[in-house]
């Protein structure tokens, strides 16, 4: 099971820290992923981490959004900074079932068998 947290109400230009913990398995050796859904539109890669350290993020959040993990808390964290209107969405995250993601995959959400509820993150203008 995972657990998203740590969204909001923010203003543009603000930060927050979203987390994603997994209880009952282990991130090590998936891949973890964030992806968005905001209203009328359909589900969007946000960026992954892998365990073994790289991560990759979509080009409209890169330079804004970063992407760490804890091992000892099983807990993979996405850092959102500078936020904007358009970032506006429910925050899903996700991670793979039995091992890494090959990196032709990791955006798509099908990609991922594991998901969290989804945390919402709102960014006034």
């Known amino acids: 099971q995972l657990q998203a947290s740590g969204g909001g109400l923010v203003q543009a230009g603000g930060s927050l820290r979203l987390s994603c913990t997994a209880s009952?398995?282990?991130?090590?050796?998936?891949?973890v992923g964030w992806f968005r859904q905001a209203p009328g539109k359909g589900r969007e890669f946000v960026g992954c981490?892998?365990?073994?350290?790289?991560?990759y993020l979509s080009d409209s959040v890169k330079g804004r959004f970063t992407m760490s993990k804890d091992g000892t808390k099983n807990t993979v964290y996405l850092q959102m900074n500078n936020l904007k209107p358009d970032d506006t969405a429910v925050y899903y995250c996700?991670?793979?079932?039995?091992?890494?993601?090959?990196?032709?995959?990791?955006?798509?959400?099908?990609?991922?068998?594991?998901w969290g509820q989804g945390t919402q993150v709102t960014v006034s203008s």
């Open positions: 981490i892998r365990w073994s350290g790289p991560t």
């Open positions: 009952g398995r282990t991130f090590s050796r998936k891949t």
């Open positions: 996700a991670c793979a079932g039995d091992s890494e993601i090959i990196l032709s995959r990791i955006r798509e959400s099908d990609a991922y068998e594991y």
